[in-house]
């Protein structure tokens, strides 16, 4: 199965962009990143396309010098434990 992130306005997804297997929203406000919801379809999880989703808002977020807001939970845990994208978390 392809993995490839696509991007489309404020969405992250994997799969067909109108019915993804995998995607994250967000909203930018000023110089940050708001990630509202990471979701995959049941069928697809346990294969880190979510986690795989966050690294990719990380990057974006490094390249556009934004912070990361994640009012998402599993995008909070994720950056939370991930010393790495400390830098970009907006607490």
């Known amino acids: 199965m392809d993995h490839t992130i696509q991007e489309e306005r404020e969405r992250f997804y ?13 909203e930018e406000e000023r110089e940050t990143m708001v990630i509202t919801s990471t979701v995959v379809e049941p069928s697809a999880r346990k294969q ?17 010098k934004l912070q990361i807001d994640p009012v998402c939970p599993f995008a909070r845990d ?14």
Not at 48 to 64: F, S
Not at 78 to 91: C, F, G, L, N, S
């Open 14 to 26: 994997i799969g067909d962009q109108t019915d993804p297997i995998a995607f994250l929203d967000f």
């Open 48 to 64: 880190g396309l979510a986690t795989e989703l966050i690294d990719h808002a990380v990057n974006y977020a490094r390249k556009n």
């Open 78 to 91: 994720v950056i939370k434990d991930t010393p790495e994208y400390h830098v970009v978390w907006k607490q």
